[in-house]
T-cell receptor
Framework: AQSVTQLDSQVPVFEEAPVELRCNYS??????LFWYVQYPNQGLQLLLK??????LVKGINGFEAEFNKSQTSFHLRKPSVHISDTAEYFC???????????FGSGTRLLVRP | NAGVTQTPKFQVLKTGQSMTLQCAQD?????MYWYRQDPGMGLRLIYY???????DKGEVPNGYNVSRLNKREFSLRLESAAPSQTSVYFC????????????FGSGTRLTVV
């Protein structure tokens, strides 16, 4: 069965430091991969997505993610975080042409001054 | 720029009561989804509608029914609410399958006592 694992439930980091949020997926077929962000008391917004092609994907707000097929990972990175990046981040995957998007349990990014 | 609109935003029900959560999108999207979000579990798909006139079960459909009223509206009904259905419910829409990414509403916080 398809699954997404986010190993870190919370990641504290100081402002202007780099950050990596980890995501591993399981699927034996081609997948689409996504990162969504949820700010407090709001719905989810799409940060970036990997569909095919280049393994490095750039998204909004300076975030990027790298698809690694051999390690079945899709880690999210930002070289310098801001206070405003404090939010919960969800990794998600789906199989090619599927309507079922499977989410990980989320990672809460806490940026401290 | 309404996007996806959910009503109500908050609701408290007694065990055994019924209610319908409403969702409407103004982006002319073909597909619509209902998810529930529980702490530490991410989002889980309840039902989805790939196109007007069709609905399909997701990961956790038990205790829920849905209606795709027209292309814009997709409602979720709890016939006999249970405390286990206390959750935050999100509606989402997309142009088609997961390839397109989803647009989420701001959620309905439901408490069943």
């Amino acid at each position: 069965a398809q699954s997404v694992t986010q190993l870190d439930s919370q990641v504290p980091v100081f402002e202007e430091a780099p950050v990596e949020l980890r995501c591993n997926y399981s699927s034996s077929v081609s997948v689409y991969l996504f990162w969504y962000v949820q700010y407090p008391n709001q719905g989810l917004q799409l940060l970036l997505k990997y569909l095919s092609g280049s393994t490095l994907v750039k998204g909004i707000n300076g975030f990027e993610a790298e698809f690694n097929k051999s390690q079945t990972s899709f880690h999210l990175r930002k070289p310098s975080v801001h206070i405003s990046d404090t939010a919960e981040y969800f990794c998600a995957s789906s199989m090619d042409s599927s309507y079922k998007l499977i989410f990980g349990s989320g990672t809460r990014l806490l940026v401290r001054p | 720029n309404a996007g996806v609109t959910q009503t109500p935003k908050f609701q408290v029900l007694k065990t055994g009561q019924s209610m319908t959560l409403q969702c409407a999108q103004d982006m002319n999207h073909n597909s619509m989804y209902w998810y529930r979000q529980d702490p530490g579990m991410g989002l889980r798909l309840i039902y989805y509608s790939a196109s007007e006139g069709t609905t399909d079960k997701g990961e956790v459909p038990n205790g829920y029914n849905v209606s795709r009223l027209n292309k814009r509206e997709f409602s979720l009904r709890l016939e006999s609410a249970a405390p286990s259905q206390t959750s935050v419910y999100f509606c989402a829409s997309s142009e088609g399958d997961s390839y397109y990414g989803y647009t989420f509403g701001s959620g309905t916080r439901l408490t069943v006592v």
